[in-house]
């Protein structure tokens, strides 16, 4: 599990289930690089009925304006950002980058913010399934009183169709994905977890100037011997790692600098840090702008040797892993 603007939240990787909000997550690329396009404009959320193809919902009427995109008559999902009015009530849809909520905007509210599309970052987008959301249609009237609920609530396999304007002008397209509503993160057993986590730095060396996304994997053990292997195994690849962070500290030799020079911490790397659905732990460093976290410190130059360190909770407690070293040359 993870969380989003502090409410706790299963990404589709994580095996999310029905009794818990699911984050799911986009993630647009121009020329390999993560850009913001032109408009998003909705994601429908439908059960996966064909095999992972959207064949059953896309309008496949020759020559309709539409041909292509979501059909209008199909029963869906839909997240939409609200288009307001000078008072700030709701008056239809905006799919510009302008009305794009980011993530402190989320209240975690189980009805009436389950519609929005929230903006992470450049070219990164997220919505919330909220087990008990509220959803209005495409074509809400103006008192905004039509909504229907959740119909994602069962166990089972879903498809999110994201409709993107690339470019002003341009037509839009439809990118369709998958998830899976799962019964894997609520199990009962008949003694408390207790559970072993080891962790490993995959990086050695970064070449100074780059941007590298430093990656710590980790491994989780259920070490209570009544509980049966296969719900041991289970446990063991479910969501039970969040809150994920980590610290970055540059270590000298010399006398005449700071021997321990911290550059980044846990708190202002929490919102950055990613956590995986195998439990990667990974932050993306910009070589490129090291200094020093404190002024006072004397930090010698960007290469030499750094210690890399990851903080995350895991049920009730809250893990520090071992410092690894990693050289900037």
Same mark, same amino acid.
């Given at each position: ?19 818990v909000p699911a984050q799911l ?43 292509g995109l979501v059909s209008s ?40 913010? /389950? =519609? $929005? ?8 987008? *997220? #919505?919330?399934? &909220?087990p008990s959301g509220a959803y ?15 119909? /994602? =609530? $069962? ?8 409709? *993107? #304007?690339?470019? &002003? ?32 730095? *995959? ?127």
């Amino acid at each position: 599990m993870t969380t989003f603007n502090g409410y706790t939240v299963i990404r589709r990787g994580n095996r999310p289930s029905p009794l818990v909000p699911a984050q799911l997550d986009f993630y647009n690329y121009n020329t390999g690089a993560l850009n913001d396009p032109f408009q998003v404009c909705s994601v429908h959320v439908f059960p996966n009925t064909a095999f992972g193809t959207a064949d059953p919902y896309v309008n496949r009427t020759a020559g309709d304006a539409n041909y292509g995109l979501v059909s209008s008559v199909a029963t869906n999902m839909l997240f939409h950002n609200y288009k307001r009015d000078d008072n700030g009530d709701r008056i239809g849809f905006d799919a510009n980058m302008s009305a794009m909520g980011m993530e402190t905007n989320y209240t975690g509210d189980r009805r009436f913010s /389950a =519609s $929005a599309i929230f903006r992470e970052k450049n070219g990164h987008f *997220v #919505v919330i399934l &909220e087990p008990s959301g509220a959803y209005f249609k495409d074509s809400a009237p103006p008192e905004w009183a039509t909504q229907y609920n959740n119909t /994602a =609530s $069962a166990t089972g396999g879903y498809l999110d169709i994201w409709t *993107v #304007v690339q470019t &002003e002008g341009s037509r839009a397209q439809i990118y369709v994905n998958t998830f899976n509503m799962e019964t894997a993160n609520t199990f009962a057993v008949t003694e408390p977890l207790e559970v072993t986590t080891t962790n490993k730095l *995959v990086q050695r060396y970064i070449e100074l100037g780059s941007k590298k996304r430093l990656q710590v994997k980790t491994a989780l053990v259920v070490d209570n011997e009544p509980i049966k292997e296969s719900l041991r195994n289970l446990i063991e690849t479910g969501a039970l790692i969040s809150n994920a962070s980590m610290r970055i500290v540059k270590l000298n030799d010399s006398p005449a600098l700071s021997n321990r020079v911290l550059i980044a911490d846990f708190d202002n790397t929490a919102s950055t840090t990613l956590l995986s659905s195998d439990g990667q732990i990974s932050y993306l460093w910009d070589t490129n702008t090291i200094t020093a976290y404190y002024e006072s410190d004397l930090l010698g130059g960007a290469r030499g040797v750094y210690e890399i360190s990851v903080r995350y909770d895991v049920l009730e407690e809250t893990i520090y892993s071992p410092k690894f070293k990693l050289i900037v040359r």
